[in-house]
Nanobody, 114 residues
Framework: QVRLVESGGGLVQAGGSLRLSCAAS?????MGWYRQAPGKQRELVATISGGGSTNYADSVKGRFTISREYAKNKVYLQMNSLKPEDTAVYFC???????????WGQGTQVTVSS
């Protein structure tokens, strides 16, 4: 069973930076970050495929960078120029090839103060 464990969340002032980490128990082809703010649906933040292709939500383009260390089964989200509207629980996601299901971490809280 694949486990995803996030870390790196916390409290930061607007304009600051945080780096989130996700450690997977095994390799997953496509990994990404999603977030859910209070009263809102979970939304895509960024994804990175096994081939290195990345996608970003328009709201984070130019500020966030997703990366991964394939050999270590880790994915990162570097968040710069943070805004209060970035406040949310951030979830690591993995979408394997060859199966219909996907995996989720427990989430890590990111709070950006104004």
């Amino acid at each position: 069973q694949v486990r995803l464990v996030e870390s790196g969340g916390g409290l930061v002032q607007a304009g600051g930076s945080l780096r989130l980490s996700c450690a997977a128990s095994s390799s997953i082809y496509t990994m990404g970050w999603y977030r859910q703010a209070p009263g809102k649906q979970r939304e895509l933040v960024a994804t990175i495929s096994g081939g290195g292709s990345t996608n970003y939500a328009d709201s984070v383009k130019g500020r966030f960078t997703i990366s991964r260390e394939y050999a270590k089964n880790k994915v990162y989200l570097q968040m710069n120029s943070l805004k209060p509207e970035d406040t949310a629980v951030y979830f690591c996601n993995g979408k394997p090839v060859g199966v219909l299901y996907e995996f989720w971490g427990q989430g890590t809280q990111v709070t950006v103060s104004s």
